[in-house]
């Protein structure tokens, strides 16, 4: 999140949008709703909602919903299972399948480059899978994810 050590709330990477606005649209939108859940909300659901709470200009509206749209949003679907068995006992090789699905991007499309007014300099979107223990004391796994479809998949 760009200057999120400064500007805590998440919702202060979108356009027009001060603490007091996050507040209002925070008010408006149903409890517990993140970011990532306002952005996969449909367009004309979020529009409706903004229209009763600001009074946006149509290029304020537009600027929101491009930002909304650059968003890198991703679904993520890991499955565990021994082969062959209903449950995993001591002992047992695990098999692990992980999917990630860009939830923005469609077939064939790779993603774009990074901005950052805090990080002048031209640099790709990069993915990383880090797998650690419950107390994140050691690591087992450390791959960087090599994104060139509009989803990665992994067997392990």
């Excluded at 517990?32 to 600001?54: H, P, V, W």
């Excluded at 749209?69 to 890991?78: C, R, S, T």
């Amino acid at each position: 999140m760009q200057l999120g050590w400064i500007k805590k709330d998440p919702f202060m990477q979108l356009p027009n949008m001060t603490p007091e606005a996050c507040q209002i649209l925070r008010e408006a939108l149903p409890p517990g709703t993140t970011i990532y859940k306002y952005a996969i909300m449909d367009e004309l659901q979020r529009k409706a909602l903004l229209s009763n709470i600001f009074e946006w200009t149509p290029e304020q509206y537009e600027d929101h919903m491009i930002a909304i749209n650059a968003l890198p949003l991703i679904k993520v679907k890991m499955t565990a299972e021994v082969q062959g068995e209903e449950q995993a006992q001591v002992g047992d090789i695990l098999t692990c399948k992980l999917r990630v699905d860009f939830l923005k991007l469609q077939k064939g499309e790779q993603s774009g480059y990074v901005h950052s007014n805090t990080y002048p300099y031209l640099r790709r979107e990069g993915w990383y899978l880090i797998i650690t223990e419950e107390t994140m004391t050691g690591l087992a796994v450390v791959e960087k994810l090599p994104v060139e479809e509009n989803f990665y998949e992994k067997e392990f």
